[in-house]
């Protein structure tokens, strides 16, 4: 069996530690200081294009939280979190028409030429990406599940849980958030706190059966 490096065991550990809690300790609430980590390292996460398609609305409001409940499945894990981030999925940051692409290329220091030739590129590779709103939601909603994953793992390596929560009705959701979904709609809720119970043993598929070299 293979011997992993410190760091390796390390990163293992973290992972081995995180799961999808289902009770949070109401009484315990993530520091601010902890939240700002968290969201940098969502901030440090990849997109494609380097488009930044997403934006984080965090709720600790307990208010929200009761009104958010009953459209998020009346799950438990709304409203006994420490915090919700809310991963909103861009829409009309998107589009090239709209002249945030070509800003957001325009950053890199090229010259016209290669940032109009990016903005090309772009508007031909997701043709049809770009073609309506709802296949540039299903795009962009893909994406902040990479942010997810690591603003969890980020959590998980300073021992806070965390839960990703697909279930929710998304016009509902969108209406409490007052959100213009022309700009931005709802993606993925994640919870973030600290377990009330003891940690499920994790269920996972052996690596010979998921995995084959080639």
């Avoid at 009330?196 to 598929?205: D, F, G, S, T």
């Amino acid at each position: 069996m293979k011997t992993f490096s410190q760091k390796q065991q390390e990163f293992l550990k973290m992972m081995d530690f995180r799961h999808a809690c289902k009770v949070f300790d109401k009484s315990k609430k993530v520091s601010d200081e902890d939240m700002e980590y968290i969201l940098k390292i969502a901030r440090l996460s990849p997109s494609s294009f380097g488009m930044e398609g997403w934006k984080f609305l965090v709720v600790s409001d307990d208010t929200l939280k009761q009104k958010l409940k009953p459209a998020c499945w009346n799950q438990n894990q709304i409203t006994s979190a420490s915090h919700l981030v809310i991963l909103l999925a861009a829409i009309d940051d998107l589009k090239v028409d709209g002249g945030r692409v070509k800003e957001k290329f325009l950053r890199r220091n090229l010259s016209k030429e290669q940032t109009d030739a990016y903005v090309q590129k772009y508007a031909s590779h997701l043709q049809k990406q770009l073609s309506d709103d709802e296949r540039l939601y299903e795009w962009s909603a893909r994406q902040t599940y990479i942010v997810a994953a690591n603003m969890m793992s980020g959590a998980a390596y300073i021992e806070i849980d965390s839960c990703p929560i697909e279930g929710f009705e998304k016009e509902k959701v969108e209406e409490i958030l007052t959100l213009d979904s022309s700009k931005y709609q709802v993606a993925l809720v994640l919870a973030f706190g600290y377990r009330a119970n003891q940690q499920p043993q994790h269920l996972r598929e052996e690596l010979d059966t998921l995995v084959e070299f080639l």
